[in-house]
């Protein structure tokens, strides 16, 4: 499920879908590229939907039923900042594959009458014959909801799948139900994963243009240039020490200068990118007007003759004459320049390549496709044998791997933690799905929770919580047919699967914050191993209420557990036996709700306290300072993958403090004349936070070695790096020699300072 955290509005008014309305507008209204304007008006549109539902009141922004008259597992079309247009996902106007099924079966092209079909004996077979080939596809959830209902008929649970289609039945003329047809199952995802299908490779490669600069470049080389040689060669005719025009044009030197100005006419009208040598100031300009005027017998004036000569002597002198060894060396190395085949070329060669092959599915070995071009393709094509497929086009392929996540990573097709996330579905869907002990059921909630990861999140207030998967109607209707394999001791099954992911993710990527998805796909593991293992998103600042969900606390004494009496406890000023009591405390009494929901007073208060006077009133940035302090007390997830989890990334923990710190420096160096550093300061305390729990985790003697040898790092950076981080890395020496700060933070008369990403008064960082 896509997260827009980061993207949220302030509130739920209309002032955000109206600022986003004008931003497409003006991109639909300015911008040269059609493609752009066209997803513009797209985007336009939609946003008219949101503010055309909120003015009429059927649109509930905030909520997990945002739209009037379906239910929270309806998948919705979201925009930017979770905001919903009121349109269903599954909604809209009938797709082909629906139209050929009606045919097939002799109804109405109505959803309802497909509906009521699948029912019936004819239906229900069709369907049957799907499960059991595995030839569907599941875009949106709702596609795999009569494949269940067919799944439970068949194996005799007829109350469940009466359920089913009684839950379903008053939506069956908006939504469809039906799976969509597919040439094969879907391959394994638990021994592999793709970034990309190998049609998403083909779209994009389809919309390479040529570039423009570079063509010209090449028409320049292959055409301009060699026909300015000409001319400078014909004027040189004329030539007497030097001079043209010296010598007077005689009837054969007229005649030749005719046939190269009709030759030119020619290029000029098939050769239209260069427009240089239309330029009559510049120096093909000059020849070729001085010629014109010559061979219709028109005498040059004085002026134009003197430009002519300056021409053809600064041409000489630049590149020597036409001829000359350091002329014909030049024009041979343009020559094989011009030549090499574009990348839009070579794109439309690697679309020959990918045609062959199955298009909805990843690559398992993209290694042959990436090969020089061959003899015989350089026969078809007429590009050169041999030609190189550059890095642009070898990415796009690259991209369709199919391999171990870890592979990915390693190959660098998954350069980001928000990368990971988007991959991680794949895997988590696989692995959930061994729970069912019927193979083409696995396959069918497989094929369900992909699609259920492509579900944007909403836009929600008052600590409501997305929809999950559990909620589905069709998924609830077969939760009985699962087994407790996730859940064994042997390693195998979903408790191994988030260690992988966890250790994964920990290890490629240190000095970067779990995206939302990510950690919501733990989330998913962890209740089916039941680990009791709190995973926390991080909060968006612009609607943060001031209020926190148990999970919080929990995941605060699950730190506690593994970080009493450390240097991240120390350095941080964190009392984690004060929060275990509190923990305590709430467990035993009834939590208290607030706005409908049950929350952790104690730990929202913790975090306001902590965060000083700058939570006392309301802003991004104080509600920033809140935030950050609830993820200084949970470690954001770090704990709770190590306590509970049992990751233990290799090579270990001081080999993450050091690279940590690297990303600290590398983001630390962004500061530097930065019109709007702010978002980089909090990137850059999350990064130094990682680095402070790897150092807590190392043995005092490897801990002290890290520290003394940040210094070094800091050396390979502009020097304003150091420094910036200077009062940072002093704060580090002190409290890891045992020393701490005072009240505000700080020690050594400001010398040496905690580090944190928030501020509301200015940061000393920048």
Known sequence: ?????????????????????AKAFMTALTQGDADTRRRAEVRGQRWREVLAGMAAGRLSVGSRTPVEGLPPWVTLEVVRGGFATGTASAGGPLQAYEVEAARSFGVPAERRALFACCLTEPGLAWLWARLDSGHYEIGVPEEAALLTMAWLARHGEMNAALGLVAELEPFADRLRFLPRPADGPAPDAIAAVHRYTVSEAVD???????????????????????????????????????????????????????????????????????????????NLGILRGALEE?????????????????????????????????????RRRQAEQAVLPSHHALAQ???????????????????????????????????????????????????????????????????????????????????????????????????????????????????????RVEELPWVRAVSGQRSAVLGKPDGEGARAVLRQLGELAVRAFPGTIL????????????????????????????????????????????????????????????????????????????LIRSHGARTSPGFARLCAERAGAASRSWSVAANGT???????????????????????????????????????????????????????IKDTAYAWRQMVFHLSLCPPE???????????????????????????????????????????????????RRFLGWSTDGHWIR
């Open 626 to 680: 809140v935030i950050e302090q609830a993820q200084i007390l949970t470690t954001h997830n770090l704990a709770t993958l190590v306590h509970r989890v049992g990751i233990a990334p290799r090579p270990g923990w001081p080999d993450l403090a050091r690279r940590c710190f690297v990303t600290v420096c590398r983001l630390a160096s962004r500061v530097h004349r930065n019109p709007r550093p702010l978002g980089t």
């Open 702 to 752: 490897e801990q002290r070695r890290v520290i003394a040898g940040l210094d070094e790092e800091t050396a390979r950076h502009p020097a304003h790096v150091a420094t910036r981080l200077a009062p940072a890395l002093a704060g580090l020496a002190l409290v890891a020699e045992g020393g701490a700060f005072g009240g505000d933070g700080t020690a050594d008369d400001g010398r040496a």
């Open 204 to 282: 994009t490669l389809t919309r390479r243009r040529p570039n423009a600069a570079i063509e010209t470049q090449r028409e320049a080389l292959a055409v301009w240039q060699p026909f300015g040689d000409e001319l400078l060669v014909h004027w040189l005719r004329t030539a007497q020490d030097g001079r043209v025009l010296q010598l007077a044009p005689d009837a054969d030197w007229l005649a030749h200068g005719e046939v190269l100005l009709g030759r030119y006419r020619l290029l000029a009208a098939e050769h239209t990118r260069c427009t240089k040598h239309r330029n009559p100031k510049k």
């Open 515 to 590: 995206p939302n998805p990510l950690v919501r796909e733990f989330g998913v593991l962890e209740r089916q191993c039941d680990l009791s293992a709190p995973f926390v998103e991080e909060l968006a600042a612009d609607i943060f209420m001031g209020a926190f969900s148990p999970k919080f606390l929990t995941a605060a004494r699950v730190a506690g557990e593994l970080l009493d009496g450390t240097l991240y406890e120390r350095y941080y000023g964190i009392d984690y036996a004060a929060i275990r009591n509190l923990a305590i405390a709430e467990t035993g009494a009834a």
């Open 349 to 467: 060669l690697m679309l020959r390549r990918l045609a062959v092959l199955p298009q909805e599915t990843g690559i398992t070995d993209v290694a042959p496709l990436l090969g020089a071009v061959t003899e015989e393709e350089s026969r078809e094509t007429g590009l050169p044998a041999g030609a190189v497929v550059p890095p642009t086009i070898r990415q796009v392929v690259e991209s369709t791997l199919s391999a171990p996540l870890g592979t990915l990573v390693e190959r660098g097709v998954v350069p980001s933690a928000e990368v990971l996330a988007e991959l991680v579905p794949q895997l988590v869907a696989a692995t959930t799905a061994q729970a069912y002990g019927d193979e083409t059921l696995r396959a069918l909630m497989a094929a369900n929770y992909r699609a259920f990861g492509n579900r944007r999140s909403l836009l929600l207030l008052n600590l409501e919580r997305q929809v």
């Open 294 to 330: 010559t061979v219709a017998g028109r005498p040059l004036e004085m002026r134009r003759l003197g430009l002519l000569r300056h021409a053809v002597e600064s041409m000489v002198r630049r590149r020597g004459l036409p001829g000359s060894v350091a002329h014909t060396a030049l």
């Open 1 to 21: 499920m896509n997260d827009n955290a980061e993207q949220q509005p302030l509130t739920a008014a209309p002032s955000y879908p109206e600022a986003q309305l």
